[in-house]
């Protein structure tokens, strides 16, 4: 849930991550609210095999990790590029600064 709710105050131009995937990281810890109630329950829905507690959240967690991963990656190398052209840009004009 800290990860969808920095992102969310996150109001730069490049932000690392869409709106859509804090809103996903927001829904995944509420998801496992159902978690709690997993030790009272040895049959049903809400088992530790049930279609709640396991499918439900586990898939959720899974599509959280994977969205994350390729935004992250898709940041890292958004900010790598920009650094390569600074640093080329600097090699052309050393006299010039990046802030200039």
């Not at 990790?65 to 004009?93: F, N, P």
Request: positive net charge; hydrophobic residues 50%.
């Amino acid at each position: 849930m800290a990860a969808g709710l920095v992102g969310l105050a996150d109001k730069s131009d490049n932000p690392v991550f869409p709106r859509w995937v804090c809103k996903w990281a927001i829904f995944t810890g509420i998801s496992f609210i159902p978690l709690t109630a997993m030790p009272f329950f040895k049959t049903g829905p809400l088992s530790w095999n049930g279609a709640i507690c396991f499918w439900a959240v586990f898939g959720t967690y899974f599509f959280w990790t994977a969205s994350m991963g390729v935004c992250m990656v898709k940041d890292a190398s958004r900010r790598l590029r920009h650094q390569d052209v600074e640093a080329i840009r600097e090699r052309e004009q050393p006299g010039l600064s990046a802030s200039a």
